[in-house]
């Protein structure tokens, strides 16, 4: 039985809330990925972005996706990229199971409204047509990625976590 719980999907899609929660729940770690490119860095993902670039970012997304998928018994939050750099998943897979956190374009838009400037890919006029275009771009990959897609449109993180709770029990039996 592969022991993580990996959280992949577009930002805004609750990864890092309902991680939380299911680390909690299961009492297992958290591991947030742009949190430990942050704390391994230094520097905000903003400003990696602006000072290096996307492909200095992806670059080092790779490295702790490596290094954290070696883990035991945790609960993975990934970036929105993760899925675009196929290693990335394969990495994951070895001991985790997949789940998409899948949401709707206007959904989405409704939780990164308060901190879209955190955002880098967002930056831009008319972030909506961004997200639309991002997401589009990634529907195949997360897809194909995950091994159980869950639809965050009506749910609130608690239920999505008991959702990803009541999968990952049944697989474990």
């Given at each position: 039985?592969?022991?993580?719980?990996?959280?992949?999907?577009?930002m805004g899609?609750?990864?890092?809330?309902?991680?939380?929660l299911l680390a909690k729940k299961f009492n297992m770690k958290f591991i947030d990925s742009d949190d430990e490119i942050i704390r391994k860095t230094g520097m905000s993902i903003n400003k990696i972005f602006e000072k290096y670039g996307e492909e200095y970012f992806r670059n080092l997304e790779k490295i702790v996706i490596e290094e954290i998928s070696k883990l035991d018994g945790c609960v993975i939050a990934t970036g929105g990229g993760v899925v675009k750099d196929e290693r990335n998943i394969l990495n994951l897979k070895k001991?985790?199971?997949?789940?998409?956190?899948?949401?709707?374009?206007?959904k989405i838009k409704e939780n990164l409204e308060s901190e879209i400037h955190k955002r880098p890919l967002l930056n831009c006029d008319n972030y909506y047509e961004k997200i639309k275009l991002l997401l589009e771009e990634r529907r195949e990959l997360y897809k194909r990625a995950s091994d159980f897609d869950i639809n965050i449109d009506f749910l609130s993180s608690n239920e999505v976590a008991v959702k990803i709770m009541e999968i990952y029990n049944s697989k474990k039996l």
């Amino acid at each position: 039985m592969r022991e993580n719980i990996v959280l992949i999907g577009f930002m805004g899609t609750g990864k890092t809330t309902v991680g939380r929660l299911l680390a909690k729940k299961f009492n297992m770690k958290f591991i947030d990925s742009d949190d430990e490119i942050i704390r391994k860095t230094g520097m905000s993902i903003n400003k990696i972005f602006e000072k290096y670039g996307e492909e200095y970012f992806r670059n080092l997304e790779k490295i702790v996706i490596e290094e954290i998928s070696k883990l035991d018994g945790c609960v993975i939050a990934t970036g929105g990229g993760v899925v675009k750099d196929e290693r990335n998943i394969l990495n994951l897979k070895k001991k985790g199971l997949i789940f998409h956190l899948n949401g709707s374009v206007s959904k989405i838009k409704e939780n990164l409204e308060s901190e879209i400037h955190k955002r880098p890919l967002l930056n831009c006029d008319n972030y909506y047509e961004k997200i639309k275009l991002l997401l589009e771009e990634r529907r195949e990959l997360y897809k194909r990625a995950s091994d159980f897609d869950i639809n965050i449109d009506f749910l609130s993180s608690n239920e999505v976590a008991v959702k990803i709770m009541e999968i990952y029990n049944s697989k474990k039996l």
